[in-house]
């Protein structure tokens, strides 16, 4: 009977102990559902977080392990602790490895702006931060770097399999229209419709010309010069990058351009849409080094 009641009474006590809580400088309670360790993150220092914000209904409003970004959280000076009113006070009693949650009242979460529809001012709003790092500024200029190689990797990858849809379409509308065009390896399609004598650009060249562009998918005009242009050529689009040092001056040719080397996913409004591809119809009359 004695050993069931101790049995009893460290299951009670196992269970009241798993229920840690903290308290910020401005009184917000924050539960700590793993502990960390080592000392709070110090004024000046940043947190490296993970965060899901959830509203009572349990409904997800962001998580960012789904968006693959790492929040970048400093803590705030000391003499700011008077006017720390939200979540941001929470930030200062976490340490390394903790996963902790903090909930807080619409009204104050949202208090400087309109509260949405969905929510009542007494609704708790619940954040649930895990954190990876406590590190100083230099820390921070290293995360950054490589958050920005990661996501220039993705935009490659997504780039190159975007070029693979854009290629095999502008084959395909080439050989429906019976057009023989030449093929670069980067993708572009052209026709030289006259060739020039003279040299030719570099990117690095000011060019002078003229332009037709219409969509591919539905050959609507969308742009034409009604005088000649000159530009950089190092500020227009890829594809023009590529072509125009192939064409000596005073050459004419038509560019069949894949999206990516185009305006990509953004496209260009009003008149080019998400992932376009284009034809332009250019005249290179004549370019400066």
Same mark, same amino acid.
């Given at each position: ?19 840690? /809580?903290? /308290? ?41 392990? /789904? ?41 104050? $979460? ?104 219409? $969509?591919?998918?539905?050959?609507? $005009?969308?742009?034409?010069? =009604? ?23 005073? =050459? ?7 999206? =990516? ?19 332009? /119809? ?8």
């Amino acid at each position: 009977m004695k050993i069931q009641l101790l049995s009893i009474v460290l299951v009670i006590f196992v269970l009241t102990s798993c229920k840690k /809580e903290r /308290e910020a400088p401005n009184g917000l309670k924050v539960r700590v559902l793993k502990e960390g360790t080592g000392n709070y993150a110090k004024p000046g220092e940043f947190l490296i977080t993970s965060m899901i914000v959830k509203d009572p209904k349990d409904s997800i409003w962001r998580d960012t392990h /789904e968006q693959n970004l790492p929040m970048i959280i400093p803590v705030g000076d000391e003499s700011a602790i008077p006017n720390e009113k939200g979540v941001e006070s929470a930030f200062r009693v976490m340490k390394l490895g903790d996963s902790v949650a903090v909930d807080i009242d619409a009204k104050t $979460l949202f208090r400087d702006q309109p509260l949405p529809p969905q929510l009542k001012a007494e609704d708790k709003m619940t954040f649930v931060f895990a954190v990876k790092d406590i590190t100083d500024e230099a820390g921070v200029n290293r995360v950054q770097m490589e958050l920005q190689q990661r996501q220039m990797q993705e935009a490659r990858k997504q780039q190159e399999g975007q070029l693979g849809i854009d290629t095999v379409a502008i084959d395909s509308w080439l050989a429906a229209k019976k057009i023989n065009a030449i093929k670069d390896k980067s993708g572009m399609r052209y026709v030289v419709t006259r060739m020039g004598k003279g040299p030719r650009p570099t990117v690095a060249s000011t060019i002078t010309f003229t332009y037709k562009g219409t $969509l591919m998918a539905d050959g609507s $005009l969308f742009d034409e010069s =009604s005088t000649p242009v000159v530009y950089p050529l190092s500020q227009l689009i890829t594809g023009w990058q590529i072509c125009f040092p192939m064409l000596p001056k005073g =050459s004419a040719a038509t560019l069949y351009v894949p999206s =990516s080397l185009g305006y990509g996913p953004n496209g260009y409004q009003p008149g080019i849409p998400p992932n376009a591809n284009l034809i332009f /119809e250019v005249e290179l009359i004549d370019f400066t080094n």
